[in-house]
């Protein structure tokens, strides 16, 4: 079994996607859809269907070509490295999900921008960010808005009932495929 998340900004047809797959020569992978993402099973033919498949996404799906793909291990681990989990009680939290790796100084920017402000905490772990702030969703765009100029490159703000709700489809993808078994 080879797993992945995919994480994006707009609602994809997956019909339209599956279509897409199968006429690149990849057949019967398992799409299992949840809300913000979905989760594929590349069992029969590996990393380069995960390539593959975040490539359609991207080009075909996704108009400003941001899509995020993680294994479920990254995913787990995004939640257990959580440095601000005992800083947030009464914020509300985000995980920042980036397609390339992040430049040490261009962190160091982001989080000297977040600091002087009292409504957000920013932190940066191996697997992405961790975003907290006390507000509206508008404070979030802006705050995450000048993370991003400061990093520059964009990120995908996710919940975590997001995270665990993919890691929680995948473990069930896998109950399933093991019970036939």
Same mark, same amino acid.
């Given at each position: 079994?080879? !797993?992945?998340?995919?994480?994006?900004? @707009?609602?994809? !047809? /997956?019909?339209?996607? #599956?279509?897409? &797959?199968?006429?690149?020569?990849?057949?019967? =992978?398992?799409?299992?859809?949840?809300?913000? $993402? &979905?989760?594929?099973?590349?069992?029969?033919?590996?990393?380069?269907?995960? %390539?593959? &498949?975040?490539?359609?996404?991207?080009?075909?799906?996704?108009?400003?070509? +941001?899509?995020?793909?993680?294994?479920?291990?990254?995913?787990?681990?995004?939640?257990?490295?959580? !440095?601000?989990?005992?800083?947030?009680?009464?914020?509300?939290?985000?995980?920042?999900?980036? @397609?390339?790796?992040? =430049?040490?100084?261009?962190?160091? *920017?982001?989080? *000297?921008? *977040?600091?002087?402000? !009292?409504?957000?905490? /920013?932190? +940066?772990?191996?697997?992405? $960010?961790?975003?907290?702030? #006390?507000?509206?969703?508008?404070?979030? #765009?802006?705050?995450?808005?000048?993370?991003?100029?400061?990093?520059?490159?964009?990120? /995908?703000?996710? %919940?975590?009932?997001?995270?665990?709700?993919?890691?929680?489809?995948? $473990?069930?993808?896998?109950?399933?495929?093991?019970?036939?078994?």
């Amino acid at each position: 079994m080879h !797993p992945y998340v995919a994480f994006f900004n @707009e609602d994809v !047809p /997956l019909r339209q996607l #599956k279509d897409s &797959l199968e006429n690149d020569g990849f057949e019967n =992978i398992d799409i299992l859809h949840f809300a913000g $993402g &979905l989760v594929f099973d590349t069992e029969n033919y590996g990393d380069e269907a995960a %390539t593959k &498949l975040e490539h359609i996404l991207e080009e075909e799906f996704d108009e400003d070509g +941001f899509v995020i793909v993680r294994s479920r291990v990254r995913l787990s681990r995004l939640l257990q490295e959580n !440095p601000l989990l005992d800083e947030c009680q009464e914020y509300r939290t985000r995980f920042l999900l980036f @397609e390339r790796p992040l =430049i040490d100084s261009r962190k160091q *920017a982001a989080l *000297a921008w *977040a600091e002087p402000h !009292p409504s957000f905490r /920013l932190r +940066f772990g191996r697997e992405g $960010g961790y975003l907290c702030f #006390k507000g509206e969703t508008d404070r979030l #765009k802006r705050g995450l808005s000048q993370i991003e100029e400061k990093l520059r490159q964009p990120a /995908l703000a996710v %919940t975590e009932d997001m995270v665990e709700r993919a890691i929680e489809v995948v $473990g069930e993808h896998e109950a399933r495929l093991e019970a036939s078994l």
